[in-house]
């Protein structure tokens, strides 16, 4: 039994139905990429597990229980969601726009903690923004906007870590070294799920990838039992070849175009 799944779920957004009948256990403890064509439905189902969308039929339940019945800070400490474009209140600095990460484990009595300011430092050292910490967010770049959102999920330190594309506006460097800062979340036993645009990078890191299409699900499994080349034609309708990736082993895609 996993902790966290999704049991025929149909989801839509208002007429446009995006999928029915779809059901998915998450791995504990593992590296879970989502990926697919662009509106297949990824980040249609990451919205769902966090309860920002409303099965029309269906649920997705945490630990045995309907994600619909958790208080908000309840689900806030299990859950942390990183949407494709954040935005940042005005005029917000780095250290407070991460600190915010820390609302769910706050109460009405409760002050800031040493265990508050440990959870930020480490939140902006790990995302690589501890340098920043004092600046005004709207003046940062693209990429560097994006690792301080990472850095505020990291902050509310729950099991579950849900990312959608959270490389977009990194420059190949950051890409790699947030892919690897996810696997050793992994290693420490945190669950990470993200929807991934790069079908290599999602190989390279993740244990379990779910290929997605038209809103269903394809395949799912280890990257090496799941990812050929019918795959990934199916999926992306690209002509390929699959090969071992030179350093990994891993399936690595390569065009055939």
Not at 49 to 61: C, D, E, K, M, N
Not at 220 to 230: Q, S
Request: charge should be negative; glycine fraction near 6%.
């Amino acid at each position: 039994m996993t902790r966290l799944t999704a049991r025929d779920l149909t989801l839509r957004y208002d007429d446009r139905v995006v999928s029915t009948r779809l059901s998915l256990d998450v791995p504990d403890g593992a590296f879970t990429a989502i990926v697919g064509p662009n509106a297949c439905g990824k980040s249609t189902l990451l919205r769902a597990f966090v309860r920002l969308l409303r099965p029309s039929a269906g649920a997705v339940q945490l630990d045995g229980r309907a994600v619909s019945t958790y208080p908000n800070k309840e689900l806030a400490r299990a859950l942390g969601f990183l949407p494709q474009e954040p935005v940042a209140p005005e005029d917000v600095r780095v250290r407070a726009l991460v600190a915010r990460g820390r609302f769910p484990h706050q109460s009405l009595l409760s002050t800031w903690s040493e265990e508050d300011e440990r959870s930020v430092a480490e939140a902006m050292e790990a995302a690589g923004v501890a340098d920043l910490a004092d600046r005004p967010v709207h003046e940062l770049s693209g990429g560097q906007r994006q690792r301080v959102w990472v850095a505020l999920v990291l902050a509310q330190r729950t099991t579950h870590l849900l990312l959608d594309e959270p490389t977009s506006f990194l420059d190949i460097a950051h890409q790699y070294q947030l892919l690897e800062l996810l696997a050793r979340l992994r290693d420490q036993g945190r669950t990470v799920i993200a929807v991934l645009h790069d079908i290599n990078q999602a190989c390279r890191y993740a244990d379990h990838v779910v290929a997605m299409r038209d809103g269903q699900i394809v395949a799912e499994g280890a990257p090496a039992r799941v990812v050929d080349a019918a795959l990934i034609t199916k999926v992306f309708e690209l002509p390929c070849v699959v090969v071992p990736d030179p350093v990994t082993g891993t399936p690595m895609v390569v065009p055939a175009l």
